[in-house]
């Protein structure tokens, strides 16, 4: 099946850094969606994206989908510690498989003060 | 954005008994709802589709009659794990799918986390 290459698996970073995570795919998907999760709780969505080339903010969030089709990433600018999450990226092949979405395995992201 | 619930959020269990969970739409009605499995660190597994008024679509590897799924209405779908066991434990983690025209998206609940004792 169609899978997702995530990336970085964790990053430690200093508040007030910018940081960029990237997902890759071998296959075509035609939405790209962000979430993230806190511990404890369910995924939150973050930014969806719907068009090959789109480039979609989000307050410090920023998010790509790749022209390609098979790959986008997401920005966030000048990290605070509450961004300490798991971010994952999920990708959607079509409308027509009900909704089904890939999940990467996720980058844990931590912010020190 | 869509609110998703899922109750209860924390359950602990005896061995060999049945655990049913909950997942709501709050504001949208979902044609569609997803079950995940989660373990410690790891990514979202997919179990189950559910489809309003019809049968689950169960993923391979995904026993049935082990998860039992009912999706009685358009705002709510229950997982029930039957006979349950240590290895049951984990976090499950439902989505509803909110579709209409060219978006199509997940919303998920906050998770049940269960523990089987």
């Known amino acids: 099946g169609q899978q997702l290459n995530q990336s970085p698996q964790s990053m430690f970073i200093q508040e007030g850094e910018d940081v960029s995570m990237n997902c890759t795919s071998s296959s075509i998907f035609n939405t790209w969606l962000w979430y993230k999760q806190d511990p404890g709780e369910g995924p939150v969505l973050l930014i969806a994206?719907?068009?090959?080339?789109e480039l979609t903010s989000n307050g410090r969030l920023t998010a790509q989908f790749g022209i390609t089709r098979k790959d986008s990433f997401l920005n966030i600018s000048a990290s605070i510690p509450s961004d300490v999450g798991i971010y994952f990226c999920?990708?959607?092949?079509?409308?027509?498989?009900?909704?089904?979405?890939?999940f990467g395995d996720g980058t844990t992201l931590t912010v020190k003060p | 954005g869509a609110v998703v619930s899922q109750h209860p959020s924390r359950v602990i269990c005896k061995s060999g008994t049945s655990v049913k969970i909950e997942c709501r739409s709050l504001d949208f009605q979902a044609t569609t709802m997803f079950w995940y499995r989660q373990f410690p660190k790891k990514s979202l597994m997919l179990m189950a589709t559910s489809n309003e008024g019809s049968k689950a679509t169960y993923e391979q590897g995904v026993e049935k009659d082990k998860f039992l799924i009912n999706h009685a209405s358009l705002t709510l779908s229950t997982l029930t794990v039957t006979s349950a066991h240590p290895e049951d434990s984990s976090f499950y983690i439902c989505?509803?799918?909110?579709?209409?025209?060219?978006?199509?998206?997940?919303?998920f609940g906050p998770g049940t986390r269960l523990t089987v004792l």
């Open positions: 999920a990708g959607q092949l079509s409308l027509t498989n009900a909704g089904k979405s890939t």
């Open positions: 994206l719907y068009k090959a080339g």
């Open positions: 989505s509803a799918r909110s579709a209409g025209g060219f978006t199509d998206t997940q919303y």
